[in-house]
């Protein structure tokens, strides 16, 4: 029989370890490259509506499904439908896609890790060639450090949700915050650093079309760890007197003040770099601009602060980014180690075990999708295009997937849990919230418009990336 459930121990924790979850990869790079190609401070407004208008009330969704069924996702929609075989689906949907998306950014953790030791040991130079990349993540150092990524997560799930999940959130968190603003702050010292802050603030609404809005909407949804099943679960361990619309809200401004406090980083430091740069050639990919583009800007800053300053430069950075995937890790890999405890009554120690062989396997097909396994690099052909296994499994899961979990979760809880019940949950832990615009906001949008955005989003992805169609 599985222990009672644990709960976090304050909201601060609550709110650290979501927070945690949610600042990720996506804030540190992906946000301040988008917003700066997408019209600065224009992009900067949209992303800010999204993040208030249309994801937040789809946390405070998935929060309240948790914590009302005290369950992992499949339990959540099995418990709440009352054993609805339609509604199933979507509590499945939210334990396949955090698994697997899990599996691919377990690989990119495990590539910022070996970077990160490699500024360690002084090698930025070898770093910055670019041709560095193709070689490490071909490289047997990949197994190892995957091996060391998966001992750091699973050690601290085994220890639990206050004393691993939570106390890491509270050391690791306050750790990426000082690191951050310390790197802010000496770049923002350097020599043109102030034409990256314009380039990235500057508020050009040219730019703002369809394509642009779509991608904002997509990136704010990620980045708040929704439709992953995540908020369900950690919804499950917050306690009924806590409150779910204020922590929500602490959770969507620090993931948001996050990003953008990593652009006043990525902005500057390429400018310092290259002053004439124009944008518009910047990488879309993360992984592009974090292991070819960003070791390059590092390895420059030589001149001002020589190699030694330069590498530890890179390396604080490193472990920054490290940092927050890991901790956005820890969050994801909770969701099937909670379903295995809540639905089939495992002890959590072999329920982490269980999770972590199969993630293991699954992470070496990955790894080994970049030329060592032919089989599993040219594993498929979409849309014309040859696509290794890894493409796959992040085009499915992370970018097609993600919108169609949200919006069955809309859908859920206003027309199957309904309105009142899911409104009664938001309220214990906040009895001031009845009768606000904000609960009126919340309850009307949830069961209108914004189901239909995700709808949107997700045929225009699915026509995109696999038919090579965009409506937009
Ligand atoms: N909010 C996370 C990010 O921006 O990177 C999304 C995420 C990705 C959470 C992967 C958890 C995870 F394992």
Redesign the pocket.
Known sequence: MAAAREHFGSRLGFILAAAG???????LV?FPVAATKSGGGAFLLVYALFVFFICLPVMMAELALGRKSDKDPVGAYRQVSGGSRFWSLPGWLALVT?FM??VF?LVVTVWILGYLVEALRGNLDQLATGAYFGQFINSPMVFVYLIVVMLGINGILTLGVKDGIERAAKTLMPMLFVMLLALVIFVLTRENAMLGVKYYLIPDFSKINPEVISKAMAQAF????LG?G?MITYGSYMKKQDSIPSSSRAVAIT?TLVAFTAGLLILPSIFHFNPQINPAELSDSSAGMIFLFLPKIFYALQSSIGYFGASAFAAVFFFLVLV??LT??V???EVPVATLRDERNMDRKKAIYTIAAVQLVLAICCAVSFGLVQWFTEFATIAGENKSFFDLVEMIFYDTILPLNGLLVCLFVIYKWKRANFDRELQEGDSGFAGTFSQKYVNFSLGTFIPLILLLIFINTLALKFFGHSFI
Do not use: H, R
């Open positions: 979850s949610a600042v990720g990869i996506g804030n992906a955090p998306i899990a950014y990620f980045s708040l760890s992953m995540i993931d927050a995937a956005s890790l969050s994801i890999i």
